[in-house]
């Protein structure tokens, strides 16, 4: 690439990014709310009680005091029952809502957004510098970054998903610095790697997998070297700041930093959700899934070409590994399974997603909701798309056939880019062409739940005139949560009344269910309600509103 090209691919590069943080800082309030945005808010001001008690801040305290009094939902469990989720977004969030003074349901919960949107934008700026990183091509790092932006369901989710979309960030930034690792084992670099590495386990537990695999592959160095005593020194030293980083960050172990780590993996381990839930067509227990629940999900709901190409880059890194582990010799000094640092990046990224999802197949771990608990994979799917990207550059540009790919690859962003507009806000309920026409037959949809803001103030519209609403619930799902980003004088009209149905006006369902509804009537319909509206989105029916018969 000519000097003059490049200067073209960064400033098409920059201008895109502007233009990314633009539509999020224009669009962010157009989200709903999220079932589990409460309970996030709720352990943010839980821990950050904890750590101010170590402080002479009065101030702050009264205001904490004042705001943990204030949370309350009969549906809401206790931060104090489940002590080790991660806090790396929820308490500076909280904090920040005490300094600025932010007292408003509303406004509390779009300044979360805000920031998880924030998060996934520089998230976004270190994927594109890891793929640099490794292609050392402006062009192919560009289209990579377009694939990771532009992937719907965790584009959308980057406004509310506080849990799997910051866990993705973190993952993300941990990685870039594993990267600069890989490339030059300083001191400096174990460092700032162990710190995003410890910032990522202290949010999700899972993320120990990360510093777990790059220890893995300083041994495999090791192995390969002469200078062996280096290697020792620098897993020590890495494993000592990574431990020291992670106590810093999750409060949870203060009291205890070995003993609480053990209970920590306990408790994640006896964590079982025993609910129903709608896959294939067919109602199954979150524990006991079938072995395709992972692949399924990701194939309907990620674009096809990232799927294609993912597909071709994993077989392709499988294939030069594959035969790199045969042809070593046992007579050899050398016993690398890479050549050169771009080559162990690759296998580095290979062996990271091998592993979780095979982890995810075959323990015995609780997943529901789809993929969204290891949406993190996301960066290994696109970094793998990306390389398979990269060499049919290579063999395009060798056989003289001009950009034709890029042309190819960009047509189908723009493409994406228009779903993603007809989806806005539910980018989060995408399904691939192939899928979304019998999708809400087959899968639920909403089990985020932010079509429950749309509902509300569409009710809100037609019954203006009236003082209370009482609505009923045929769902899972806890409408009432979505009440608070409504404005003050439109929450006291809706009256939630669950599945008290007789009491209701209106019934809302977004179908999302924990019992087999061919089987129980927890949500049946009573048959002197009507139909009166459906929201449809792209061939998918999202939820629908019953009225009771006069």
């Known amino acids: 690439m000519t000097e003059k090209n490049k200067k073209i691919s960064k400033n098409i590069t920059y201008f895109l990014f502007f233009i990314f943080f633009l539509v999020g800082l224009f669009t962010f309030k157009d989200y709903g709310m999220w079932t589990d945005e409460e309970f996030q808010r709720f352990s943010g001001f839980y821990w950050l009680n904890y750590v101010l008690s170590f402080t002479s801040f009065g101030e702050f305290k009264n205001l904490l005091t004042l705001k943990l009094n204030q949370i309350g939902d009969f549906t809401?469990?206790?931060?104090?029952?489940?002590?080790?989720?991660?806090?790396?977004?929820?308490?500076?969030?909280?904090?920040?809502?005490?300094?600025?003074?932010?007292?408003?349901?509303?406004?509390?919960?779009?300044?979360?957004?805000?920031?998880?949107?924030?998060?996934?934008?520089?998230?976004?700026?270190?994927?594109?510098?890891?793929?640099?990183?490794?292609?050392?091509?402006?062009?192919?790092?560009?289209?990579?970054?377009?694939?990771?932006?532009?992937?719907?369901?965790?584009?959308?989710?980057s406004f509310f998903n506080n849990k799997d979309v910051v866990f993705l960030s973190l993952i993300s930034i941990a990685l870039y610095y594993a990267f600069k690792a890989i490339d030059k084992p300083s001191y400096k670099n174990l460092l700032v790697f162990s710190m995003f590495a410890a910032l990522s386990t202290a949010h999700r537990i899972l993320g120990v997998l990360l510093p777990l695999s790059f220890l893995t592959f300083i041994f495999l160095s090791a192995l390969s070297n002469n200078k062996k005593s280096n290697h020792l020194l620098s897993i020590v030293f890495f494993c000592i700041s990574y431990y020291?980083?992670?106590?810093?960050?999750?409060?949870?172990?203060?009291?205890?930093?070995?003993?609480?780590?053990?209970?920590?993996?306990?408790?994640?381990?006896?964590?079982?959700?025993?609910?129903?839930?709608?896959?294939?067509?067919?109602?199954?227990?979150?524990?006991?899934?079938?072995?395709?629940?992972?692949?399924?999900?990701?194939?309907?709901t990620t674009p096809v070409l990232y799927i294609i190409l993912f597909v071709i880059g994993y077989v392709l890194i499988f294939k030069r590994f594959f035969l790199k582990f045969l042809n070593i010799k046992d007579n050899t000094s050398h016993h690398d399974l890479w050549r050169g640092a771009n080559e162990k990046?690759?296998?580095?990224?290979?062996?990271?997603?091998?592993?979780?999802?095979?982890?995810?197949?075959?323990?015995?771990?609780?997943?529901?909701?789809?993929?969204?608990?290891?949406?993190?994979?996301?960066?290994?799917?696109?970094?793998?798309?990306?390389?398979?990207?990269?060499?049919?550059?290579?063999?395009?540009?060798?056989?003289?056939?001009?950009?034709?790919?890029?042309?190819?690859?960009?047509?189908?962003?723009?493409?994406?880019?228009?779903?993603?507009?007809?989806?806005?806000p539910f980018q989060n309920i995408y399904f691939n062409n192939y899928f979304n026409k019998i999708?809400?037959?087959?899968?639920?949809?909403?089990?985020?739940?932010?079509?429950?803001?749309?509902?509300?103030?569409?009710?809100?519209?037609?019954?203006?005139?009236?003082?209370?609403?009482?609505?009923?619930?045929?769902?899972?799902?806890?409408?009432?949560?979505?009440?608070?980003?409504?404005?003050?004088?439109?929450?006291?009209?809706?009256?939630?009344?669950?599945?008290?149905?007789?009491?209701?006006?209106?019934?809302?369902?977004?179908?999302?269910?924990?019992?087999?509804?061919?089987?129980?009537?927890?949500?049946?319909?009573?048959?002197?309600?009507?139909?009166?509206?459906?929201?449809?989105?792209?061939?998918?029916?999202v939820y629908e509103v019953f009225k009771k018969n006069k």
Do not use: C
Request: hydrophobic share 45%; no cysteine; net charge positive.
């Open 76 to 157: 809401l469990p206790s931060p104090e029952y489940h002590p080790y989720y991660g806090v790396i977004f929820d308490l500076p969030a909280a904090f920040l809502e005490l300094i600025f003074k932010v007292d408003d349901p509303k406004n509390y919960f779009y300044l979360r957004h805000i920031l998880n949107f924030i998060l996934f934008f520089i998230g976004s700026i270190f994927f594109y510098k890891l793929l640099l990183n490794r292609f050392s091509n402006y062009s192919v790092s560009l289209i990579g970054t377009l694939f990771f932006v532009l992937s719907p369901r965790i584009y959308g989710s």
């Open 244 to 300: 020291i980083f992670l106590i810093l960050f999750w409060p949870a172990l203060w009291s205890g930093p070995i003993e609480n780590l053990i209970l920590a993996f306990r408790w994640f381990s006896q964590q079982i959700l025993e609910v129903k839930m709608l896959f294939a067509g067919e109602y199954i227990y979150t524990n006991f899934l079938p072995y395709n629940y992972i692949f399924t999900w990701i194939f309907i």
């Open 345 to 424: 990046k690759d296998l580095f990224i290979f062996f990271n997603i091998t592993i979780v999802v095979s982890y995810f197949i075959l323990s015995d771990v609780i997943l529901y909701n789809g993929w969204r608990h290891i949406y993190f994979i996301n960066i290994f799917l696109i970094y793998i798309a990306t390389y398979a990207f990269y060499r049919i550059d290579i063999y395009m540009h060798l056989k003289n056939k001009n950009n034709f790919h890029y042309y190819i690859s960009v047509l189908f962003l723009i493409t994406i880019t228009y779903k993603m507009i007809v989806y806005h």
């Open 439 to 541: 999708s809400h037959h087959n899968y639920e949809i909403d089990y985020d739940g932010l079509s429950g803001k749309k509902f509300l103030r569409e009710i809100l519209a037609l019954e203006k005139n009236k003082n209370i609403i009482n609505i009923g619930v045929a769902s899972w799902y806890p409408l009432q949560r979505s009440i608070k980003l409504l404005d003050k004088k439109d929450r006291k009209k809706i009256n939630i009344v669950g599945q008290e149905f007789q009491k209701a006006d209106f019934i809302y369902s977004n179908f999302t269910s924990e019992v087999d509804k061919n089987i129980n009537d927890k949500y049946k319909i009573p048959s002197n309600f009507t139909t009166i509206d459906k929201f449809i989105l792209d061939n998918i029916r």
